[in-house]
């Protein structure tokens, strides 16, 4: 069974940096696109980065210059480097295949913004 382990989450002020790292088990990784989720309390879950298994990445307009995916095809393991955060980049951060989530959910990380 695949799963997902996200790390790295923690509590920074604004205008600080955090590093997510996503563990994936299986061979899914390597011939999938992968995604960074996050939700916020109350709000949906939404993409904030994704990366195919070519390299090429996709953010949307919210956190494009500040958020930067990257892969680790021999590591099964997916990054999202995380600078200048905002208050609004509180939330839980999920990984997952995309454009269509093919894993059961992590537990996702925790990642708070003070101001």
């Known amino acids: 069974q695949v799963q997902l382990v996200e790390s790295g989450g923690g509590l920074v002020q604004a205008g600080g940096s955090l590093r997510l790292s996503c563990a994936v088990s299986?061979?899914?990784?390597?011939?999938?696109?992968m995604g960074w989720y996050r939700q916020a309390p109350g709000k949906q879950r939404t993409l904030v980065a994704a990366?195919?298994?070519?390299?090429?990445?996709i953010y949307p307009d919210s956190v494009k210059g500040r958020f930067t995916i990257s892969r680790d095809n021999a590591k099964n393991t997916v990054y999202l480097e995380m600078n200048s955060l905002k208050p609004e980049d509180t939330a839980a951060y999920y990984c997952?295949?995309?454009?269509?989530?093919?894993?059961?959910w992590g537990q996702g990380t925790q990642v708070t913004v003070s101001s």
């Open positions: 990366v195919t298994n070519g390299g090429s990445t």
């Open positions: 997952n295949t995309w454009p269509t989530t093919r894993i059961g």
């Open positions: 299986g061979s899914i990784f390597s011939i999938n696109a």
